[in-house]
């Protein structure tokens, strides 16, 4: 497992008072990608509360409740601002999926990792065997895996599926730091949120979303691989950011910023800063290398890293306004 950058070695030093702990993100973070949404944001919306009903998934105790304070379709709107309807729709569903699957993970896991074992080879023998569901989260996936292909060239599938697997597993790797005592070291933790991200299962819907397939010889270029690498850890680590407070008082561990005040013992803002300094370099080398090689790019391959930066984006300003997040407008920045 490989992380965007060695851990930063910082000492931390006072932080200057600058009112709530979002503000303090807003005035310190870079962010070089203005504002988008997707007309179509509301159909989304609409739709994803039709496909969690259908499949039962809104009925489970808690689910309903998640999604409404969560806004999938928000955050699929704001990544993706130029996606037809049909493929924004994909993307609002299994973000909506993902969130109900991330959080039943992570409370299975903490009783146990084992414990997570059904849950997760029923997901892996969907996407790698096409098995049929036993559960309704199965059948849930089952029918956006279904989405997918019917949707995607065969290869962008096959991709869709894989990422998909990666994630699955990642969650194991959650479980079982979570039992550790102590918690992890920071570079361990960057590689288990890599895995648990789900940010690039949603780029072969990026490519989907072109008029022309993106060349093998562009998705496999080099730079093209650091690219999906320094977006999805970006697009993550942003709503680490907004999300340390609740993680905190959760007792989650894997979290960027929490990582580095466990490093560092320091305070929760501060430990923000730290964590905000290594995203501001995560974004930076993905311009310059988006300037690198966009002169080598097709208008497909260009509109495929621009899905890329919608990721980034996106994550940003939904995580700013999301109730998921309420914490972090009252928090003040000196705790």
């Not at 709530?20 to 993100?25: A, G, H, K, P, Y």
């Not at 990422?163 to 005592?181: D, F, K, N």
Request: net charge negative.
């Amino acid at each position: 497992m490989t992380t965007t950058h060695e851990e930063i070695a910082v000492t931390p030093q006072s932080v200057p008072s600058v009112g709530s702990l979002r503000d303090l993100i807003d005035r310190d973070l870079y962010m070089p990608f203005p504002f988008q949404c997707n007309r179509h944001a509301a159909e989304a919306a609409a739709g994803v509360e039709t496909w969690l009903r259908r499949w039962g998934l809104t009925d489970e105790p808690g689910v309903a409740t998640m999604v409404a304070r969560t806004r999938p379709a928000e955050l699929a709107a704001y990544n993706s601002p130029t996606m037809d309807v049909d493929l924004l729709q994909i993307v609002a569903n299994q973000i909506a999926y993902q969130f109900i699957f991330d959080d039943r993970a992570e409370d299975i896991g903490r009783q146990g990792a084992g414990r997570l074992l059904p849950m997760l080879c029923e997901s892996i023998a969907i996407l790698r065997d096409g098995e049929p569901p036993s559960t309704s989260l199965g059948a849930a996936l089952t029918d956006l895996h279904r989405q997918v292909q019917d949707r995607c060239t065969p290869a962008q599938a096959a991709r869709w599926a894989w990422h998909s697997r990666e994630y699955v597993h990642g969650l194991l790797y959650e479980a079982v730091a979570q039992g550790e005592v102590g918690g992890v070291r920071t570079g361990l933790c960057e590689s288990i949120r890599s895995l648990i991200a789900g940010v690039e299962p949603f780029y072969p819907l990026c490519e989907a979303g072109q008029a022309a397939e993106v060349s093998a010889e562009e998705l496999h270029h080099p730079v093209m691989r650091r690219l999906r690498r320094l977006s999805a850890d970006a697009a993550v680590w942003i709503p680490d950011l907004f999300s340390a407070l609740k993680e905190q008082r959760g007792g989650g561990i894997i979290n960027l910023a929490l990582a580095y005040q466990r490093a560092h013992r320091c305070s929760l803002p501060m430990a923000v800063m730290l964590a905000i300094q290594q995203i501001n370099c995560t974004i930076r080398e993905f311009e310059t290398s988006y300037e690198e090689i966009e002169p080598e790019l097709s208008p497909a391959g260009v509109g495929y890293v621009e899905g890329m930066v919608g990721w980034i984006r996106g994550c940003y300003f939904w995580s700013r306004t999301t109730p998921r997040y309420a914490d972090t407008v009252t928090a003040p920045a000196l705790l």
